[in-house]
């Protein structure tokens, strides 16, 4: 589908859909019939990200710098039927119709953000491994968790979510169904939201990786500009076969990934595309019970990375590995912790 505009038919839904949801207290039929009409097609999809992304660019954009465009054109964003409804919204729609002429083609994709604010019904729970341990999970819903080597996982669960959060390691999903409870994970500023599929998550050294086995996930990120995050979310649907990572110069582009991959941490050994040293040292640290440093005070490793396959539970042939492939040397301490040194230029 790549960069085309959105239907008119489709965009005009989907922004009566954002303003609905803008103006909250959907009804439990409405929600549902919210998530059908976003599931029925990619193509609703780009619709609704198309204006979540018009909406979110009017508060940030100044309105003298927008060129005009055809009435016709603010008929064809603006919603219709009520006409007190029509009235309170008018002055935002034209201005969503200034920005559409002003922006033409959108390259960005959005993530909208849902809130529960329910607190009743709600349960939390964490969980642990320790280095070297993986650990089965059933949750409350019947959905499956395997988390990996020295990870950590909470889950919270409301009467219209279920929210996941990594705070570290590695995590293989396999999600009950439930389209009226979004089954969300975090990990860092990364968030992944499925309704029922197969996918893992891992989390290190503010590294997000997400990898699809089966179903579709929806994974969005901070938009980083000049090197900062700013408040809206780039997102990207992820099939089966498909794999992405995010760090601090944010959300990456979509890779392939062999299905038999996914989730192959279980095993020990870990696939790497472009990643820094760093999350490479801590995936070693949690699945060889080791303690290995990186030691480089004038940043020569920066915008280093490896791809590639690893068994990290033969720290030595690691160790080997990335003498070969980095300009450092391995050096072991009094207290028999191993330090990789960045060597100067």
Do not use: C
């Amino acid at each position: 589908m790549g960069n085309q505009a959105p239907d008119p038919q489709l965009l005009h839904e989907a922004h009566e859909w954002r303003l609905r949801n803008d103006m909250g207290d959907l009804s439990a039929d409405e929600r549902r019939d919210f998530s059908a009409w976003l599931a029925a097609s990619e193509a609703h999809e780009a619709a609704y990200d198309r204006a979540i992304t018009l909406n979110a660019a009017l508060d940030t954009l100044d309105p003298q710098t927008l060129r005009p465009v055809p009435m016709q054109a603010v008929y064809t964003f603006a919603p219709q039927g009520d006409e007190t409804f029509g009235f309170r919204w008018s002055l935002k729609w034209i201005f969503g119709a200034l920005l559409a002429g002003a922006l033409g083609v959108s390259a960005l994709v959005f993530m909208p953000r849902f809130e529960d604010g329910a607190a009743l019904g709600t349960t939390q729970q964490t969980y642990q491994t320790a280095a070297i341990e993986t650990r089965s999970i059933t949750l409350s819903d019947g959905s499956d968790v395997l988390l990996g080597a020295g990870s950590e996982l909470r889950v919270d669960y409301g009467p219209k979510r279920r929210d996941i959060v990594l705070l570290a390691g590695a995590a293989l999903f396999d999600v009950m169904s439930d389209p009226e409870r979004p089954f969300t994970v975090s990990a860092g500023p990364l968030n992944a939201r499925a309704v029922g599929t197969v996918f893992d998550v891992r989390y290190n050294a503010g590294v997000s990786r997400v990898a699809v086995a089966e179903g579709r996930v929806r994974v969005s990120y901070p938009l980083v500009i000049n090197d900062q995050p700013t408040q809206s979310d780039l997102a990207r649907t992820l099939t089966a076969g498909q794999q992405i990572a995010a760090l601090n110069q944010g959300l990456g582009e979509v890779k392939p990934i062999a299905m038999d991959k996914v989730g192959a941490w279980r095993d020990g050994r870990i696939d790497y595309v472009a990643a820094p040293p760093a999350e490479l040292i801590a995936d070693a640290n949690r699945y060889g019970n080791v303690d290995i440093s990186l030691d480089d005070p004038s940043d020569q490793l920066r915008g280093k990375t490896i791809s590639g396959s690893f068994d990290m539970t033969n720290v030595d042939r690691l160790l080997e590995v990335l003498e070969s492939l980095l300009p450092v040397k391995v050096a072991h301490t009094a207290d028999s912790n191993i330090v990789l040194k960045a060597q100067e230029k």
